[in-house]
């Protein structure tokens, strides 16, 4: 068994003892306050509403790892663009981990070729400028 396989099963024991331990109190209040149907109906009701949040859970979970997916593709065709207007070969061959880190490994080896083509562009703006420069002063004379 894995720690995350142990820690699972801990925190899913820790779990069951809340819920118990909170179903006996609930119980107790509920039979103190409402008739046997409702305190029966309390309870089925409870059921569903842990069940509704564990599926918010795992919607919530779904929607960022979709994010990041779709974080992670931007990157790529980012990579892509880079390679093209560069003229570099280069490929990106990340390490198997989760996503999240995926993106942040991703992002980063990037950085280079960004700082790459910020520096070109900077160097076309100044001979773009030159040439300016230059034009106008071969009117002027």
Not at 98 to 111: G, K, T, V
Not at 112 to 130: C, V, Y
């Amino acid at each position: 068994m894995t720690n995350r396989d142990h820690l699972r099963a801990e925190v899913a024991t820790a779990i069951g003892k809340v819920t118990e331990s909170s179903l006996e109190e609930l119980q107790v209040l509920w039979e103190d306050t409402y008739e046997p149907s409702l305190c029966e109906n309390n309870l089925r009701i409870m059921k569903q509403h842990i069940q509704s949040f564990y599926q918010e859970i795992i919607k919530e979970i779904k929607l960022k790892r979709d994010a990041i997916q779709a974080d992670i593709d931007k990157i790529y065709a980012e990579a892509s663009t880079l390679r093209r207007l560069l003229k570099v070969e280069f490929e990106l061959t990340p390490p198997e981990m989760p996503l999240h880190s995926l993106r942040a490994y991703l992002d980063e080896s990037l950085q280079n070729l960004r700082e790459q083509l910020r520096r070109r562009k900077n160097e076309i703006e100044d001979l773009l400028n030159q040439q300016t420069q230059l034009c106008e002063g071969l009117t002027v004379a």
